[in-house]
T-cell receptor, first 114, second 113 residues
Framework: DAKTTQPPSMDCAEGRAANLPCNHSTISGNEYVYWYRQIHSQGPQYIIHGLKNNETNEMASLIITEDRKSSTLILPHATLRDTAVYYC???????????????FGTGTQLKVEL | KAGVTQTPRYLIKTRGQQVTLSCSPI?????VSWYQQTPGQGLQFLFEYFSETQRNKGNFPGRFSGRQFSNSRSEMNVSTLELGDSALYLCASSLGSRESEQFFGPGTRLTVL
């Protein structure tokens, strides 16, 4: 699985959009970009994933650059409850005989403040 | 739909002992993965079971083992505990298909004294 680089920490004002960047310059053609977050001492929570196109769900939007070497997770209206460590993960899809291994990096600690 | 459950939530053991942790996946999920989280090493993949077979394994010593039952419930065992095994052990379940996301349980906090 490709390696990812994220800033160690970011701050965001409540109600504003939080834009979390991720660099994955060695990503391969069949590798997906996944985002998870972990609120203190809880299990990680799935947010969103994508391959090439931008994706949006009820939690966030994922913008992947055309060359796929970087992506941005956008939380449109951050709240205090969005304070967490956000992990960007790149992984190949499970193929026959393969698996669901996720390789977590150090992530970005997002702090949402009043 | 009930989420992933892990038991026990907290555990204290002494060096040299062994421990068994349990994970019940979301109903219908066939894949169960285990992760170890420590302040120094972060979140690290231990192994994954799918339909009672281990199909992926991380870089952990043989003291760490697991199994999965026919109802998809999984257990992991750590023998001859060391101080460094103190960690949060997380279980994640998924359908196991191509893009399926993983749903994590709350974890078991293991302290080795």
């Amino acid at each position: 699985d490709a390696k990812t680089t994220q800033p160690p920490s970011m701050d965001c004002a409540e109600g504003r959009a939080a834009n979390l960047p991720c660099n994955h310059s060695t990503i391969s053609g069949n590798e997906y970009v996944y985002w998870y977050r972990q609120i203190h001492s809880q299990g990680p929570q799935y947010i969103i994933h994508g391959l090439k196109n931008n994706e949006t769900n009820e939690m966030a939007s994922l913008i992947i650059t055309e060359d796929r070497k970087s992506s941005t997770l956008i939380l449109p209206h951050a709240t205090l409850r969005d304070t967490a460590v956000y992990y960007c993960i790149v992984r190949a899809p499970p193929v026959a005989g393969g698996g669901n291994k996720l390789t977590f990096g150090t992530g970005t600690q997002l702090k949402v403040e009043l | 739909k009930a989420g992933v459950t892990q038991t026990p939530r907290y555990l204290i053991k002494t060096r040299g002992q062994q421990v068994t942790l349990s994970c019940s996946p979301i109903s219908g999920h066939r894949s169960v993965s285990w992760y170890q989280q420590t302040p120094g090493q972060g979140l690290q993949f231990l192994f994954e079971y799918f339909s009672e077979t281990q199909r992926n394994k991380g870089n952990f010593p043989g003291r760490f083992s697991g199994r999965q039952f026919s109802n998809s419930r999984s257990e992991m065992n750590v023998s001859t505990l060391e101080l460094g095994d103190s960690a949060l052990y997380l279980c994640a379940s998924s359908l196991g298909s191509r893009e399926s996301e993983q749903f994590f349980g709350p974890g078991t906090r293991l302290t080795v004294l």
